[in-house]
């Protein structure tokens, strides 16, 4: 019989240990999600625009609810300038790991920093979670200015000499509208002193208090400062209940003017790509929080009385709806340069 041949110890235990290594890579391959416990600590969201917005207003109404409902505090942190593209740069040169959340108004102020403002992104850069609040603009002027209707405000501009004085958000869909009427009435550009902000509510402040004559913003916004307009029309093919005020081209007949109708503001929550495609289990549940969070009544009615959208349209169609506008505003971003 043959004899049995001992193993030495320092060979049983390199055997054993490899054979636990093995195991332990084996079983931590196998499961994944025990070993991402997202989120471990605060999430920060970057607002594109200064405090007072409607996008910063949104953000820090939201933040509160998202971080119920994900479990970690969110930050607030506002990055203007430059029509959003300081805030969508930082977003892009922070970690893709989720913890850095993207709240603006991106239709069509990231649009138009790509179509104007030479921005070295796209907007396919970015995923967009959910657009939750559409607003069309409104065209109003300070109630003190003596405007009364849009065709005397155009009057007021063909007469040149930089007398009026307009207000607008640097590349929103207010600005490019402003810039549209000049074209299509045939008013050379300078005759307008037009002064460009970097948040809605700078803007509206600067209407209300009368350091310009009139304003062109989104409509859902100016509640807070009906008291000090006259409106003078809707950026829309019909009326609103919200504004009894023509819509643009109504408002333009007299004027034998005619404007195509831009796609208003698109407000909501994205990441990065890269983020998306890191880590799928990450963005779905920052989707899946932001979504239980707008499903709940006591927060549908505290977006209703400080009157800001509510609804949830998903990735899918916030991102299709993000690259429309893109193509739209593509077509007339040679006024804003």
Known sequence: MPK???????????????????????????????????????????VGFGTGGSADRLARLMSGYLSEEIGVPVQVTNRPGAGTQVASNYVL???????????????????????????????????????????LDLIAANRDSGYE???????????GDKQVRGAVVQGSAGHLMVRLLLDRAGIPQENLNLVTYNSGGEARSAVAGGQVDFVSISAQGSEGIREFLTPLAIVSDERI??????????AL?????????????????????????EFPERFETLTNAIQSALARK??????ERNEMGGAWIGPDRANELMRENFDVFEQYAHLLK
């Open 253 to 277: 007949e007299p004027a034998g003017v005619e404007v195509p109708i831009l796609q208003g503001s698109m407000r909501g929550f994205a990441v990065t790509s890269e983020m998306e495609r």
């Open 149 to 159: 209707d849009l065709p005397s405000l155009l009057d007021a501009m063909r007469e």
């Open 4 to 46: 049995n041949v001992a193993t030495p110890f320092g060979l049983k235990m390199k055997s054993l240990l490899v054979g636990a290594i093995v195991a332990l890579t084996s079983l931590s391959m196998a499961l994944p999600a025990l070993a991402d416990d997202y989120p471990e600590r605060p999430i920060n969201m970057i």
């Open 93 to 135: 040169n922070m970690p893709d790991d989720g913890y850095t959340v993207y709240a603006s108004t991106f239709a069509p102020y990231l649009t138009n920093s790509i179509l104007t403002g030479g921005a070295n992104f796209s907007v396919d850069d970015f995923n967009y979670i959910n657009f939750q609040w559409f607003d």
């Open 241 to 250: 209940d919200q504004w009894d005020v023509p819509p643009i081209n109504e």
């Open 298 to 303: 006591e927060v549908q009615d505290h977006l």
